[in-house]
Each structure stands twice: as C-alpha cells, then as structure tokens.
C-alpha cells in the first residue's frame, strides 16, 4: 500500500521561501506523475505545480517563475521549492501521487493523497 508524506510547511514572511517534501513509501520503483494542489480557506482545492512522465513540469500561472517542482528518484520524494511567497499564497499544501512505476515497470494509478501541510505567509 502508498502511503505519503508531507514536511516543510510553516510561517514565513512575504518573500521567502519554503521547500515542501512530499515521501511515497510502498512498492514503488519510480514516481511518475504527482501534483502539488493547495485550498486556502473558502477556496476550491486548486492544482499549483505537476510533474508528469517523471520530467515534465507544468504551474498554474500565479506561480510560474516562483515556485519549481523536482524529484529525487533515489528517495522517492518530490519537492515544491516556493520563492518569493505572498500571502495569497497561505493554504494548506497537499501532494497527490497519480501515477508510479513498479520493479516491473508496471504504471499503477492509485490517486493517493498527502495528508496537507500548512503554509502561512505573513508580516
């Protein structure tokens, strides 16, 4: 069974950074789609960064330039670098792994969701 795990949220003041972490523990040889969404309060949960077939990246337009999604195969972790934070930036961030490969090179789609971290950017 997946399982994810999200570290590297926290308080931060208008123009720094954060890096978020986000863990796939389980059977899995590679990750190969995951997405960072984030829901701020009354908000929909909205997709932020992509990253698909393992090296295309995508971002909503409202952090392109700021924000870069990455991998470390060797850890199975997938990171959201957040630079130059404002504070309509402050949700909660979550990771949902769509799509990663077995040692079989089997593609497995479970849809698995992290379980949030919080990001609050303010003065």
């Known amino acids: 069974q997946v399982q994810l795990v999200e570290s590297g949220g926290g308080v931060v003041q208008p123009g720094g950074s954060l890096r978020l972490s986000c863990t796939a523990s389980g059977s899995i040889f590679s990750i190969d789609t995951m997405g960072w969404y984030r829901q701020a309060p009354g908000n929909e949960r909205e997709l932020v960064a992509s990253?698909?077939?393992?090296?295309?990246?995508d971002y909503t337009d409202s952090v392109k330039g700021r924000f870069a999604i990455s991998k470390d195969s060797a850890k199975n972790t997938v990171y959201l670098q957040m630079n130059n934070l404002k504070p309509e930036d402050t949700a909660i961030y979550y990771c949902?792994?769509?799509?990663?490969?077995?040692?079989?090179?089997?593609?497995?789609?479970?849809?698995?969701w992290g379980q949030g971290t919080l990001v609050t950017v303010s003065a």
């Open positions: 949902k792994l769509d799509c990663y490969l077995t040692d079989m090179l089997l593609r497995v789609c479970p849809g698995v």
């Open positions: 990253l698909t077939n393992g090296v295309r990246t």
